[in-house]
């Protein structure tokens, strides 16, 4: 669905300008409430598993942001600078319960580090956008923003979660709201990306070096100290994956949709990265378990 997003805006330009602004956030919305049906927040007891969020934290905001910062950093343009601040400062994807789940990782552990970080987004996510970039970001609206785009879908996804089809319905709600959400910032964006070939091929690099580098870093040192796999799935995944549809999102409502380019080009990247890491840990070959927590 993201690479048919892609083609899609890049042929269609996107959508009219009257309703551009809207769909990303409708589709987003619909997109954070299906996935967060993976998260239980039943049963989170911070004391057992503090030392999970404490890695989880650390590799989502600490290793993996710090990173992106640094991306910014070197980033000349403002809008651009933007949009890697805003992937530094939102929650990490909540594609990494499923994914932990192939891997036959620790899942109650990265489900519950994901749902205390989607929590702290509601605070992380405005308090870092203003104290890192502060120009033209309204704190109303940001907050404003914020709430609707973490804490609607949070709440809507209870109910969801009730729902016995709730596991068939859900990859291809979250696919086609993807589509939307790409479609519409590659179309806006689409006069960029067709006349500024330095500039994705700046991003792209970036957005290897985000994957692939600091993933296989990151794995390699976890295993320096003969860390147990769980250890290592729960690091590697932290530090590779971010909300980017929520960093597209509000890259465009609160900048223009050039910010929302290193979320895009990123999402591309991790598509392959996901794709590699079933290779890199050997994923077991027994029964499909169903794990709950």
């Not at 600490?62 to 400062?89: E, H, K, Q, Y």
């Not at 070939?197 to 700046?202: E, H, K, S, W």
Request: hydrophobic residues 55%; charged residues 15%; glycine residues 8%.
């Amino acid at each position: 669905m993201v690479a048919a997003g892609l083609v899609a805006g890049l042929a269609t330009g996107g959508y009219p300008s009257d309703i551009s602004a809207i769909v990303p956030q409708v589709a987003l919305v619909s997109a954070m409430a299906f996935s967060l049906t993976e998260i239980a927040f039943r049963g989170i007891s911070l004391r057992t598993q503090a030392r999970g969020i404490a890695v989880a934290l650390v590799m989502s905001y600490g290793v993996l942001g710090g990173l992106v910062l640094v991306f910014a950093a070197l980033s000349p343009d403002p809008d651009i600078r933007s949009g890697w601040v805003l992937m530094a400062a939102v929650p990490p994807a909540v594609l990494i319960i499923p994914l932990t789940s192939f891997l036959r990782g620790d899942v109650r552990t990265s489900l519950i580090s994901d749902a205390a970080l989607y929590l702290l987004g509601l605070v992380s996510v405005p308090a870092l956008s203003l104290l890192l970039l502060g120009r033209s970001v309204s704190v109303e609206d940001l907050v404003l923003q914020t709430v609707l785009l973490i804490g609607v879908p949070l709440v809507v996804s209870r109910p969801l979660r009730k729902w016995n089809r709730i596991h068939d319905v859900r990859p291809t709600a979250v696919g086609i709201s993807f589509f939307f959400i790409v479609s519409a910032i590659v179309g806006s964006t689409r006069g960029v990306l067709l006349s500024r070939l330095d500039l994705v091929a700046g991003l792209s690099l970036f957005s290897l070096l985000r994957t692939f580098g600091l993933g296989l870093l990151i794995l390699g040192l976890a295993r320096i100290p003969r860390l147990s796999r769980d250890h290592c799935i729960e690091a590697v995944t932290f530090c590779s994956f971010k909300n980017l549809g929520l960093t597209v999102v509000l890259a465009s409502t609160f900048f223009s949709p050039l910010a929302g380019l290193p979320a895009i080009v990123s999402l591309v990247f991790e598509l392959p990265w996901v794709s590699t890491l079933p290779f890199l840990f050997r994923v077991p070959r027994r029964g499909v378990e169903e794990i709950s927590a």
